[in-house]
């Protein structure tokens, strides 16, 4: 009471000035306020878009993508007058290789000694020409298939540099040979049979079929050696037989008795959560094969999600709750949104293959729009108009979006929109009466109220919903694959406007399949993988409602 | 008759009638609430005591089909004119409510949310002390104001919702039955804390608690339902003059058996 009587003298004009003032022109202020917010939103967006595409830009491309500056890239038709006798490596010699991958296990490096071109005849009776390249490597000759995606990184001065000898095929392990080496060829032996037929790692059981004569070339030299045709082994994925042909690479233990794991960590079956799949691209050798670039296109399509839906369903929320007027427009939209959440996602898809990947059609070569404009167009599936707004060279538009990431960004900001709403509007309603009765008791204007108090208590259910909403779209296959998401990327992203794909799609590829590494091993990692990134958003999303929800 | 700033009333209403979903929910009331002087709204439940203290700050606004008719003079001018901006009433005329509602938010951060909105510009650490000491719990909290209001007890609770209604120095202070959620010693602190604010605020109070009414304030309202129409339950005032004159002298029958318990 005493503390009381100490203070009033001050206060004997409680209306007026006590201790300070009060500015003027209190909707001025509130309109600046509200146009503050919006702008704040927009940059916010706008500047959020800017780091997607820096990042994607930059960083990926530029630390994964780069190949070191000393080796040249060496594609297509290979003459031997500039090559022979300069040390090369040879990358993947029978595999597609897409983009400028550099990181890999499978490879060789020796000196070019020759080429040879050899004239085969498919199963189908088609006759084929095969270009060789034969190396002088540290295991011997080597007859490498070259095709015109086999990458040869070649070195300036012509010696041999030390990462080239660095690419495996460890001779102290393994031989490498074109066709079988006699002494090592018996029953009980651990072999690895290449490609082109898939590769496969295992013990050898027996020997059947017609008998071949094969090529051998090892240290010794060249020989030939009269086998059966096909081999059966024993296998981790159980009994396999082989059939010898044209082409087909035999790894030998060196030792005889030999681990098996030695050679299947080489190629062919793996353990499935290794490292390399969630390193490796997609691959048609399950042992190289990986889902990194799904993962990335996932994480990259779940960043545009939220940046999209975010402001979009809270702004709906917002709306519908504290600004709609009830009438049949509000009561119409309210049973829209709740319909469309029970929607199948598939149709999202074709909604999104309309609008976003090909805007009606509008910028066809043949549409009218282009034609009476005659706007520069290009065709092709993710043709259309690409222009650049302010002259930066990351900041290309392209219309229509195309079969790119932000078109499945933007269908899958379709998808989860009502969710996102809903679940907004749940924690908007949650928030007690007597908070917006004792806001609006002081004073407060109405987005004063919504701002300050509604939205903050909000808050934390609008993150719970919404994290559980990007759960959902991380898993969904089936409207990207309508949109038109490929199942085979092999390169990062440059920028929103790359083609992409994303983790479920991988693993439905995979399954489709025929290998049972495919489908039993890394379709099972990759779900795994999938399983893992889902339940911790959504651990997330507990935890945040968990720390941060008000108990009244 | 229209007034200004320096006369005694601080509220004049006129014809006042509020209407939900145009049902008729309080009729005609015409009262005057004297400036630096508590007055009491009392009568039985559903009468519209509450609907009329919330008129006084244009709280009804807020609650979707409700209308008002007639008008409420306040320092001069009609509180429902067009002209009059809805926010500035709420400013200037604060409520306190049944139920205390304080904010999620630190206790300091309660008495400043309201200087802060309205754009207060001086030292913001004075002022929530000055005003946690007219609401007399600056001793219980100056060592924990960054803790959660919603830690504190109901009754502290509703001393800091009074404390956040002053920070941004009203005029008047609308009490919606302040202590009907509270024990009798928070009662009975709330209760001398509206002796001590009268000196500077004009308070306006609703009670369902008639001892309440008589101990603290100086002029009583009674309020009841038409009885001649009991179905359509529509509040008009039955008598309104001293608190004494309500209690021990009351001029009409509905009054007296209400306030001697024999109502209902």
């Known amino acids: 009471m005493s503390t009381v009587e100490t203070t009033t003298p001050t206060t004997q004009a409680p209306a007026a000035e006590a201790v300070g003032t009060y500015k003027e022109n209190r909707s001025a202020r509130e309109n600046a306020g509200r146009i503050f917010f919006v702008i704040l939103i927009l940059a916010t967006v706008f500047g959020l878009v800017m780091l997607a595409l820096l990042i994607t830009d930059v960083v990926v491309k530029g630390i994964f993508n780069d190949l070191p500056g000393d080796y040249m890239l060496v594609t297509g038709d290979i003459s031997g007058d500039t090559i022979t006798a300069n040390e090369v490596a040879v990358i993947d010699p029978l595999e597609r290789i897409a983009g400028s991958r550099t990181q890999t296990d499978r490879g060789i490096a020796g000196e070019i000694v020759g080429t040879e071109t050899r004239t085969e005849e498919t199963r189908g009776g088609d006759t084929l020409n095969l270009e060789f390249l034969v190396l002088d490597t540290e295991h011997g000759e080597v007859l490498i298939q070259i095709d015109e995606d086999t990458v040869i990184l070649d070195e300036d001065e012509g010696e041999t540099p030390a990462t080239l000898e660095s690419f495996p095929v460890d001779g102290s392990a393994h031989v490498m040979v074109i066709g079988i080496e006699r002494q090592d060829f018996i029953i009980g032996q651990e072999i690895l049979v290449g490609p082109p037929e898939g590769s496969i790692a295992g013990e050898i059981r027996s020997f059947e079929g017609p008998t071949i004569s094969v090529q051998i070339a090892s240290d010794d030299g060249t020989e030939e050696l009269s086998v059966q045709q096909n081999i059966t082994l024993e296998t981790s994925m159980g009994r396999r037989t082989v059939v010898l042909e044209e082409g087909t690479l035999m790894f030998f233990a060196a030792d005889p008795d030999g681990d098996q794991t030695q050679l299947e960590e080489l190629f062919g079956t793996r353990p499935p959560l290794t490292g390399t799949v969630i390193t490796d691209f997609p691959s048609r050798r399950p042992r190289e094969a990986g889902m990194l670039s799904g993962i990335v296109g996932s994480v990259i399509v779940i960043g545009l999600t939220a940046l999209f839906s975010f402001p979009l369903g809270v702004g709906a929320a917002i709306y519908l709750e504290e600004y709609a007027n009830r009438g049949w427009l509000t009561n119409l939209i309210n049973i829209n949104i709740n319909n469309l959440a029970g929607v199948p996602s598939i149709v999202y898809g074709m909604l999104g293959l309309t609008v976003f990947v090909r805007f009606f059609g509008a910028f066809r070569p043949s549409s009218p729009l282009v034609q009476a404009f005659n706007i520069p167009v290009e065709e092709g599936a993710v043709g259309g108009w690409i222009f650049n707004l302010f002259g930066i060279p990351w900041l290309e538009i392209h219309l229509p979006f195309g079969r790119s990431l932000l078109a499945g960004g933007a269908t899958m900001t379709l998808l989860i929109l009502p969710i996102v709403i809903i679940a907004s509007r749940e924690a908007i309603r949650a928030v007690p009466p007597s908070i917006r009765e004792a806001a609006f008791g002081l004073g407060a204007t109405k987005w004063q109220v919504i701002s300050r108090t509604i939205f903050p208590i909000a808050f934390p259910g609008i993150m719970t919903g919404m994290i559980l909403a990007l759960s959902r779209a991380i898993g969904e296959t089936a409207p990207l694959i309508i949109m038109g998401a490929f199942t085979f990327i092999a390169f990062l992203p440059s920028s929103i406007w790359d083609q992409f794909t994303v983790m479920p799609i991988q693993i439905y590829n995979w399954v489709q399949l025929p290998g049972d590494a495919f489908r039993v091993q890394l379709a099972a990692a990759g779900i795994i993988i999938l399983l893992a990134i889902m339940l911790s958003m959504n651990a997330i999303a507990i935890f945040l409602r968990n720390r941060f929800e008000i108990k009244w | ?264």
Not at chain 2, 127 to 155: H, I, M, P
């Open chain 2, 1 to 264: 008759m229209t007034t200004n700033g320096s006369t005694d009333y601080v509220f004049e209403t006129d014809g006042l009638s509020v209407y939900y979903d145009g049902k008729l929910a309080v009729d005609n009331i015409n009262l005057q609430v004297k400036r630096n002087h508590i007055t009491a709204l009392i009568g039985p439940s559903g009468c519209g005591k509450s609907t009329v203290l919330r008129s006084f700050n244009r709280m009804n606004d807020l609650i979707p089909g409700a209308s008002v008719e007639g008008k409420i003079i306040y320092d001069g001018r009609n509180i429902y004119d067009d002209s009059t901006d809805p926010v500035e009433v709420r400013r200037r005329i604060g409520m306190v409510f049944q139920k205390p509602n304080p904010f999620p938010k630190t206790i300091y951060e309660n008495v400043a949310f309201g200087p802060r909105i309205n754009g207060y510009q001086g030292n913001m650490d004075e002022l929530v002390e000055r005003c946690l000491r007219q609401a007399a719990l600056w001793d219980e909290v100056k060592d924990k104001l960054k803790e959660n209001g919603l830690a504190l007890s109901g009754g502290q609770q509703q001393r800091l919702c009074i404390a956040r209604a002053l920070a941004t120095q009203p005029d008047v202070l609308l009490m919606d039955e302040p202590a009907s959620a509270l024990d009798p010693i928070a009662t009975l602190r709330i209760e001398e804390l509206m002796h001590e604010l009268k000196e500077d605020y004009t308070i306006v109070i609703v009670t369902h608690n008639m001892q309440q009414a008589a101990r603290v304030s100086d002029y009583t309202t009674f309020m009841s339902i038409d009885r001649s129409n009991p179905d359509a339950r529509i509040g008009h005032v039955v008598e309104f003059g001293p608190t004494e004159q309500i209690f021990t002298n009351p001029q009409k029958k509905e009054t007296e058996d209400y306030v001697s318990g024999r109502f209902g």
